[in-house]
């Protein structure tokens, strides 16, 4: 690595910034390949360096105190600045701070996990979950889900049926398998992706794909028979699996309507195929629910869970393996060649009980479901009058709205235009942390939000927007 460069030499070609920014950021650009980031962008502008957090806040090495609405990265669910889940994981580091669960080992904050997640999980048509596998994240996890599922046919003699059925614009992680289920057509570009056996059919999204005239409820049914059309045209007995977030997150918060999932639940029963629900964003209490499926009365046979089990505070992730499977697996399966490092790491799993034991104690899901969800949706729709607002809707805790340039015709801004990016910038500016997936704006805010910090929120929105469409208004393009 070379040196760093002198903070006083930087100071002075920093534009204002504290010498610690100036430092941090030319130490970023010289080694730090970010994620999703178009890196030699990024080293003209200097990233944001995020030094501290408290409750629903993140303060940059500027001082400037941002209200985070996307909890992290759709993770944060308990909030920051939570000492129990520090405590948790000093105690567990001190104790045992890492042994593997290979080699017909174990190690006890793993095992109560498993044990508490299958508590939590509920049953739903007399289907239960009462195994876990983990992982570190929410990739890793949909990567054990390729292999459980194919495994799964295997052994039950039906080797064939290899094909998941996923849908266009779902997000399911950046690994070969997670990216390949997901169906972000910028990450397909990169890497001959999907891999064999992935095909995608279209999303749920009401607002931009239904018919002039259609229903929600009519949209709904069509998107789900989209499904079955996809079985019936690669053939049922080869197809394994459907994957599907229960609100599409990474998407743009896309919402469907309500006779979506009661549809796919017959189409899936109906072909017998696995029913994957990734919940990665949508459990531990984000739409009201410990887990999501239950929000939607739907009976998943495997569930992905990631972020908000440790609430961001250390990676974790995972599988629920519901008994279907877990009964064809472990009777029948003999040893699954599969299985990562850091499964069922003690010092994760113990933060993950933390967390899970402050959700319980404060009722995260029950707050979202009876109290703050409800009035979020209430707050959220008021936005729907703003000239720029062509839809806004939420779901339990996450909410997205849609940029357009004519309501009544629901004509969207050209997208080279990057309306999106224009208003999350003045949310940035404003000291509001929105996301922009294209031009829909969304929102994930931590499940610890009081009444008042929704009220903070709507008005640092609301502004953002009216700046926004000032700006077009400047430049003439509305
Ligand atoms: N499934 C879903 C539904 C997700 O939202 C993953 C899987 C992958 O999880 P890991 O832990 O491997 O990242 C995710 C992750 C965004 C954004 O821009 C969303 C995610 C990740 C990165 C960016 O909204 N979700």
Request: hydrophobic residues 40%; contains cysteine; charged residues 20%.
């Amino acid at each position: 690595m070379n040196a760093p460069t002198h903070p006083s030499h930087l100071a002075s070609a920093a534009g204002g910034r504290s010498p610690l920014t100036a430092e941090l950021q030319a130490l970023d650009s010289a080694h730090f390949i970010h994620p999703f980031t178009d890196t030699k962008d990024l080293a003209t502008r200097g990233a944001r360096v995020i030094t501290h957090a408290e409750g629903i806040y993140v303060w940059d090495s500027e001082g400037k105190k941002i209200l985070d609405a996307m909890s992290g990265l759709w993770c944060v669910n308990a909030g920051y600045g939570r000492k129990e889940l520090a405590e948790a994981a000093y105690q567990q580091m001190m104790k045992l701070p890492f042994y593997n669960s290979f080699f017909q080992t174990t190690n006890e904050p793993a095992v109560r996990l498993a044990a508490k997640l299958a508590e939590l999980a509920p049953a739903v048509g007399g289907r239960t979950f009462q195994h876990v596998f983990f992982s570190s994240s929410g990739s890793e996890s949909n990567d054990t889900n390729v292999r459980m599922v194919r495994r799964y046919w295997d052994l039950l003699g039906q080797p064939q049926r290899k094909v998941i059925i996923s849908r266009t614009n779902a997000y399911h992680g950046s690994t070969m398998a997670g990216a390949s289920l997901g169906g972000m057509s910028g990450m397909h570009a990169q890497g001959d992706l999907p891999i064999p056996n992935i095909t995608h059919i279209g999303q749920p999204y009401f607002y931009e794909n239904a018919e002039p005239g259609e229903t929600p409820e009519a949209f709904g049914l069509r998107a789900a028979r989209w499904l079955e059309e996809k079985i019936l045209q690669i053939g049922p007995d080869k197809v394994a699996a459907f994957i599907a977030e229960p609100v599409q997150g990474a998407g743009g918060v896309i919402i469907p309507p309500a006779t979506y999932w009661p549809e796919i639940q017959r189409i899936v029963d109906q072909y017998g195929i696995l029913l994957i629900t990734d919940e990665v964003i949508c459990a531990f209490g984000r739409l009201g629910h410990w887990f999501a499926y239950e929000k939607f009365g739907i009976r998943p046979d495997l569930v992905t869970f990631a972020k908000a089990v440790t609430s961001g505070y250390i990676p974790l992730g995972g599988v629920m393996v519901g008994d279907r499977v877990a009964k064809v697996l472990i009777e029948q399966g003999g040893e699954f060649n599969h299985g990562y490092t850091y499964s069922g790491h003690p010092v994760a799993c113990a933060v993950a009980l933390a967390n899970i034991e402050v959700m319980e104690r404060e009722n995260l899901p029950g707050r979202v479901k009876d109290d703050i969800g409800p009035y979020l949706a209430e707050r959220f729709a008021e936005l729907r009058d703003h000239p720029l607002v062509g839809d806004a809707e939420t779901c339990g805790f996450v909410g997205g709205l849609v940029l357009v340039r004519d309501k009544a015709t629901r004509t969207h801004f050209d997208p080279d235009l990057a309306v999106g990016m224009i208003c999350r910038g003045h949310c940035f500016g404003n000291g509001l942390i929105m996301r922009a997936v294209g031009d829909r704006m969304i929102i994930s805010p931590p499940l610890v939000m009081t009444r008042e910090q929704i009220d903070e929120m709507m008005v640092l929105i609301r502004q953002a927007l009216d700046l926004t469409l000032n700006d077009l208004r400047t430049r003439g393009i509305c």
